[in-house]
């Protein structure tokens, strides 16, 4: 049995694997509608979201399964002080794979050790959010063709963005690929990310608070909000917000096959007149988003097709 805590325990072949069941699963949807019948999916989610639970939702139904849902940490027995451990033991005896998302990291780490069927971590804190990476890797993948030989923009808070740390350590596996990282100072991508997955592997990157001159050399631009709930102070939340936000005039001097994506929700970063440029695929991303989920939920359950 295994669960999914952090994308950096899926082998490069693996990752391609669920890529190839996800476009088959796009190609012959029909396929898999019984795939998962008989089976429950348990979404956990302790802290506020749209697209993740409803898609590992969706998800779950269209393989022909059913859901149980803990949508909010007051309407559980977490607000009377049970433990992400008991939460866990308790969710087995009902469902036979979980979903979890929780402000703490770790939180679905421990859920997974004490669970007795798979866990997928469906974001911990600013930590990791393995399965927006999948639906990131899928979104390259079918919107560009390929996975390797890429400049990769990450915009904006990649201090708390947890998005932007699993999708780092995932495409750093492939060859080809340069990092631009642009952010204000006060939210740059943490120094465990640059020492163990950019230094420790010689991959390309570099540090910028200048978006628009970066902006010809991207082939993606990943662009995050400014993560408000995990500021300390209201104040420097409201100073640094609005630092970076994607305009069409900001796109005259990008490549013409340049793809946006974004993790969502989108709060001011992204202009709305940029959704209907053929280069925005971040509502595409959105239904990459069940797809991945419908192709993990698979590998995890050992469903063969
Ligand atoms: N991308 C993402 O995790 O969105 P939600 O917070 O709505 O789940």
Request: proline share 5%; net charge neutral.
């Amino acid at each position: 049995m295994r669960s999914l805590i952090d994308i950096q325990e899926l082998t490069t072949d693996e990752i391609n694997e669920l890529i190839a069941v996800a476009c088959d699963i796009i190609d012959n949807g029909a396929k898999y509608s019984e795939a998962c019948r008989g089976k429950k999916l348990a979404t956990m989610f302790f802290e506020p979201s749209t697209r993740t639970r409803l898609s590992f939702e969706a998800a779950m139904y269209e393989l022909g399964g059913n859901v149980i849902s803990v949508s909010n940490a007051e309407s559980s027995s977490a607000a009377k002080g049970e433990s992400v451990a008991d939460t866990a033991k308790t969710i087995s005896c009902y469902a036979d794979i979980i979903a979890m998302r929780h402000p703490k990291e770790g939180a679905p780490l421990v859920a997974a050790m004490n669970a007795s069927v798979p866990v997928i971590n469906a974001g911990d804190g600013g930590h990791n959010h393995p399965t927006q990476t999948l639906t990131d890797l899928l979104t390259i993948y079918r919107e560009k063709g390929r996975l390797d030989n890429m400049t990769i923009g990450l915009c904006g808070d990649l201090k708390f963005g947890r998005t932007v740390h699993s999708l780092i350590s995932a495409m750093s596996r492939y060859t080809g690929i340069k990092f631009i990282l642009i952010s204000p100072e006060e939210l740059k991508v943490p120094s465990y990310v640059k020492r163990d997955i950019l230094k420790k592997n010689d991959i390309p990157y570099v540090q910028t608070t200048d978006f628009e001159s970066v902006i010809p050399e991207l082939d993606i631009l990943y662009m995050t909000r400014v993560q408000r709930e995990r500021f300390f102070n209201e104040e420097d939340y409201l100073r640094l917000k609005d630092r970076y936000i994607l305009t069409p005039d900001k796109l005259a001097s990008a490549k013409p096959d340049l793809k946006i994506l974004h993790p969502l929700p989108r709060v001011n970063e992204i202009s709305v007149a940029i959704d209907s440029d053929p280069r925005a695929c971040y509502f595409k991303q959105v239904y990459y988003g069940k797809i991945a989920r419908m192709s993990l939920i698979l590998k995890l359950l050992e469903v063969k097709i």
